[in-house]
């Protein structure tokens, strides 16, 4: 999917990483925000049956340390094991717990002394449980982290509520990841995908200021299948410029009953003390029908 206007299409890995924030804060600056949708993901797809279920599942992640999630969850890693790193649980909250388990793809960021070899590893995991459900909210508490107290600004620990968990589809899950460019609060809408180097952002919005370490809530809420709004401290947040509350998912994805958590600790060099960040607080995910 392409923003409305070509040259402001971004994609969140690759050799333009270091364009990425110039792109996307000329975008904002312009339109406030960005926003596009394909003819597909416009249709309605009212004859294809929708799944109900009386669904309710919370985890605060207050347990011991572990190098997995436990419970229900489903690690993407397990799935895809050449796109995601574990999660796993550090200090009462949901962390990437081997970042190094997948060599990244990504063109070298500046202001990183390179890795083993060269090589840069993203820490990006993410995991799902079945819900039964495609009317839903996902809730969380992300811890707030910015990242490493010093270092460079790209020692950041973003993460999203994932919905329509798709392992067959490239676009894998749907997101709102909360980060920060020049030193103002925007959250990017879109698909994590499958590798993630490949992330698509659909919608952009400012958000409030924020104070690194203090945690926010996050909810994607889609009260019809594939129909999603996004809301941050408990306030709703529009997109093209305060004219569109909604955002559509994909209609090849919006089926799924898979729903979860995503954590993205970005680049992870040998000295940064990104694993032992929490992305993730406390979750709650619930039908809606």
């Not at 924030?21 to 394909?38: E, K, M, S």
């Not at 960021?109 to 993203?122: N, R, S």
């Amino acid at each position: 999917m392409k923003f409305s206007m070509e040259f402001f299409q971004c994609v969140r890995r690759g050799a333009e990483t270091t364009q990425r924030p110039v792109i996307v804060a000329l975008f904002l600056a312009i339109f406030g925000v960005g926003y596009a949708l394909t003819a597909n993901e416009v249709r309605a797809r009212e004859s294809n049956p929708i799944l109900k279920a009386d669904f309710m599942f919370t985890d605060d992640f207050e347990r011991d340390n572990a190098g997995d999630l436990g419970g229900e969850w489903l690690d993407c890693a397990n799935v895809v094991p050449d796109s995601f790193d574990p999660l796993g649980v550090y200090d009462g909250g949901a962390v990437i717990s081997d970042p190094y388990t997948r060599p990244g793809k990504y063109a070298q960021p500046p202001l990183i002394h390179p890795a083993k070899d060269g090589e840069i590893y993203p820490g990006i995991g993410c995991a799902y449980i079945d819900t039964g459900a495609t009317t839903v909210s996902v809730k969380m508490v992300w811890s707030g982290n910015y990242g490493a107290e010093k270092g460079p600004l790209l020692f950041h620990v973003e993460s999203t509520p994932l919905l329509y968990v798709t392992p067959s589809n490239p676009r894998f899950g749907f997101g709102a990841w909360i980060s920060q460019l020049f030193g103002v609060p925007v959250v990017f809408v879109g698909y994590i995908a499958s590798p993630p180097e490949n992330f698509e952002v659909i919608a952009t919005a400012r958000l409030p200021e924020h104070k690194t370490g203090t945690p926010r809530e996050i909810e994607l809420r889609a009260e019809k299948p594939g129909t999603v709004t996004v809301w941050v401290d408990g306030q709703q947040l529009l997109f093209n410029a305060g004219e569109l509350a909604r955002v559509d998912v994909d209609p090849t994805m919006i089926h799924s009953t898979l729903h979860g958590i995503a954590v993205d600790a970005h680049f992870v060099a040998p000295q940064s003390n990104i694993p032992t960040i929490k992305g993730i607080e406390t979750v709650t995910i619930r039908s809606l029908d």
